[in-house]
Nanobody, 126 residues
Framework: EVQLVESGGGLVQAGGSLTLSCVAS????????IGWFRQAPGKEREGVSS??????????SESESMKGRFTISSDNAKNTVYLQMKNLKPGDTAVYYC?????????????????WGQGTQVTVSS
């Protein structure tokens, strides 16, 4: 059974940092692309970043609101993908999800991801 479990969310003040973790199980980690997405109340789900654990290549959203503040990485020995977030802003408040897809393409089209975690809440206070 494919499982993705996120952790690391919480309440942080503006300007602070958080690192989210996504632990994957039930599939061969290197065969999938792992992406991070977020969804704020009343808004559409948006892509943040994705990574191909097989070669470490990454892809980031071109949204100006996120540029330069988020870093994705993976620890293949632990089947874990991380999302480091710095200089957090109230606009980053959302539920953050990790997801896996099988094509091997790096992208952030959420409708093409096959498996999803339950999400972890990130709240940034002003």
């Amino acid at each position: 059974e494919v499982q993705l479990v996120e952790s690391g969310g919480g309440l942080v003040q503006a300007g602070g940092s958080l690192t989210l973790s996504c632990v994957a199980s039930g599939f061969t980690f290197d065969d999938y692309v792992i992406g991070w997405f977020r969804q704020a109340p009343g808004k559409e789900r948006e892509g943040v970043s994705s990574i191909s654990p097989s070669d470490g290549s990454t892809y980031y959203s071109e949204s100006e609101s996120m540029k330069g503040r988020f870093t994705i990485s993976s620890d293949n020995a632990k089947n874990t993908v991380y999302l480091q977030m710095k200089n957090l802003k109230p606009g980053d408040t959302a539920v953050y999800y990790c997801a896996a897809e099988t094509t091997g393409w790096l992208h952030l089209m959420h409708w093409r991801y096959d498996y999803w975690g339950q999400g972890t809440q990130v709240t940034v206070s002003s």
